[in-house]
C-alpha cells in the first residue's frame, strides 16, 4: 500500500505549537433529526470523514438575559484541518440557530491508518 499523500500545513497549532492537520470540529442542536442533516451534509460534501451524533444532553447556558435549559444532540466532526474553514461556512449556513456552538480542537496525536482515512475522505 502507497503512503498517502503529504498535507498541506494549516493556520491552526496544537497546544506544543505544532501545525494541526486534522481537527474534531463539535457542534449541538435541539433534534436528533437536525443533527443527522448536518452531519449527512458534511459527509456528502466532503467537508468531514465522519460524524458522530451524541444522545441528547442537556445544555445550561445564558441567552439574551436568561438562563436557558433545553436538549441538544451533539455532532463530532473528524476532518482535515484544511477544510475548516469550508466545513464551518456550511454549518453557520445550515444551522438554525443565530449562534451556532463550533468548536474544532486539534488532534494532536491518533492512528496513521485511520488519519490517512480521514484525508482521503476530506479530498
Request: net charge negative; aromatic share 8%; charged share 25%.
Amino acid at each position: 500500500m502507497a503512503d498517502p499523500e503529504p498535507l498541506q500545513p494549516a493556520e491552526l497549532t496544537d497546544p506544543g505549537g505544532q501545525s494541526a492537520r486534522f481537527l474534531t470540529v463539535m457542534t449541538a442542536i435541539d433534534s436528533e433529526r437536525k443533527a443527522e442533516r448536518l452531519a449527512r451534509g458534511a459527509i456528502e460534501g466532503r467537508l468531514a470523514a465522519c460524524a458522530q451524533i451524541g444522545a441528547p444532553v442537556t445544555s445550561v447556558y445564558r441567552w439574551e438575559n436568561a438562563v436557558e435549559t433545553g436538549q441538544e444532540w451533539q455532532v463530532l466532526f473528524k476532518t482535515a484541518a484544511t477544510r475548516y474553514e469550508a466545513l464551518e461556512a456550511y454549518l453557520l449556513d445550515a444551522h438554525d440557530y443565530e449562534t451556532p456552538e463550533i468548536i474544532a480542537t486539534p488532534i494532536t496525536r491518533g492512528g496513521a491508518g485511520y488519519l490517512a482515512w480521514v484525508a482521503k475522505e476530506t479530498k
